[in-house]
């Protein structure tokens, strides 16, 4: 598209009538943006790969100008600087609409946005306004970030794609931490070439120069996550792989011994960092502040003494990594335990966990449907650094399970 066509994409953005019914949006600056896009279509100089593109950032993420909320209570003021991706997108040609709805400080305390494929469900978390946004069409591209599996599960309930890739490869400054030796910054859109596109700008090199032929072998692994998927989305998850074997090479990988209770490592090693990093705001707002996050902060003081075994746990595991890909160049893995649930939580994490904690790239496609006719997503796995591969992976995967860009059933 044209500058001049982008802009005006972006004012039939703002005029869509969804934010009623979605409630994405922590903050909302239509003025500012149009008139960021009206700029970018002045000024010569501003025209770079993403010109004029209307993006969402998750209310962790600072936006100079905007509050970063964390989707709290607590008043705040606006930031004053970027975070380093976001002015990587604005200095790319991007125009920040505004901040999305984020669980509050990234946990349990869910915010009002639901799914736009049934309001009666969750979008998932935390991550929820970006997946939401990008689903409905409001927005073609959002950041978020995750710590445990809040980019993949609602770019799984809502029906994107959303890429988690190499811890560290995407900077974390500016960010609200969570915990910081998982929390990696990820991005949510509706086609995997838009993903690529904002992440190389985001500073991941070479992903959108990447070989985009179709790996030789794929994985399907189930993973201990699988005993708790629910039993006829697994079977839609099997049928898909029958799928995928009609034109690739599957091969069923067995989780290593060493993987064996990791998500339980996972969990000792977020919830004991989230609550350092919530102790001080907790001891200043702390009346302000939901029982949900209270209660997860509880719960990391009084796991403290886990965390040094969590941690060599993780440490193990990563040592085994290699076993996963041995005879693979990619994974396939369910990216949720199935459907979006009722609106009373965000969903759980439990296929994430492994991934995040061992730091790998994931990529959830969409494209299946689960037994009530709602998003039901896979997510490609590969390994730490393969960051292209997982990208180009999951075009493939998507190609074949023949995701094309829709709205809510």
């Known amino acids: 598209l044209t500058r001049a066509e982008r802009t005006a994409e972006l004012r039939a953005y703002l005029h869509l009538d969804a934010e009623g019914r979605l409630h994405a949006w922590a903050h909302l600056d239509a003025a500012a943006a149009l008139d960021a896009a009206r700029a970018v279509d002045t000024d010569p100089a501003a ?27 607590i008043p705040v003021g606006a930031a004053t600087r970027d975070a380093e991706v976001v002015a990587r997108l604005r200095a790319a040609g991007a125009v920040v609409l505004g ?30 306004g970006s997946a939401a946004g990008v689903a409905a069409g409001v927005i073609p591209l959002a950041l978020g970030t ?29 960010v609200t931490p969570c915990a910081p030796s998982l929390d990696t910054v990820g991005i949510l859109g509706r086609d995997v070439g838009d993903l690529a596109l904002a992440l190389e700008v985001m500073g991941v090199d070479g992903v959108t120069r990447a070989d985009r032929s179709r ?42 011994p060493a ?21 001080e705001v907790r001891r200043r707002h702390g009346d302000l502040l939901s029982e949900a996050t209270h209660r997860a902060a509880r719960v990391g003081e009084d796991h403290r003494w886990a965390y ?15 076993e996963l890909f041995a005879d693979v160049d990619v994974l396939v893995a369910p990216a949720a335990l199935g459907e979006a649930p009722p ?6 994490p439990l296929p994430c966990r492994d991934w995040t904690v061992l730091g790998v790239p994931t990529v959830a496609v969409p494209g299946l449907r689960g037994p009530s ?33 829709h709205g809510p059933a």
């Not at 898909?240 to 290593?256: D, K, S, Y």
């Open 47 to 73: 025209a770079g790969p993403l010109a004029g593109v209307p993006i969402g950032v998750k209310d962790l993420i600072d936006v100079a100008g905007m509050p970063t909320g964390n989707g709290a209570a």
């Open 99 to 128: 901040k999305t709805v984020t669980a509050e400080y990234a946990l349990h305390q869910p915010g009002p946005t639901v799914n736009p494929h049934d309001p009666t469900r969750t979008p998932g978390g935390s991550s929820s």
């Open 146 to 174: 995750q710590t445990a599996g809040s980019v993949v599960r609602p770019a799984a309930y809502c029906g994107v794609y959303g890429a988690k890739l190499t811890r560290g490869v995407v900077s974390c400054d500016g």
């Open 215 to 256: 790996p030789r072998r794929l994985g399907f692994f189930r993973g201990p996550a699988w005993a708790e998927v629910q039993p006829a989305c697994g079977r839609v998850i099997e049928d898909a792989v029958e799928r995928l074997a009609g034109e690739l090479e599957v091969i069923e990988v067995a989780t290593p």
């Open 259 to 279: 993987m064996t209770g990791l998500a339980a490592a996972q969990r000792v090693i977020g919830a004991v960092e989230c609550a350092a990093s919530l102790e």
């Open 308 to 322: 040094a075994a969590a941690c060599a746990h993780a440490d193990r595991a990563q040592a085994a990594r290699a």
């Open 343 to 348: 609106v009373v939580g965000t969903g759980d």
């Open 373 to 405: 006719g709602l998003p039901l997503g896979v997510q490609v796995v590969a390994d730490v650094g393969d960051d292209a591969t997982a990208l180009a992976a999951a075009a493939v995967v998507g190609g074949i399970l023949d995701v094309s860009p």
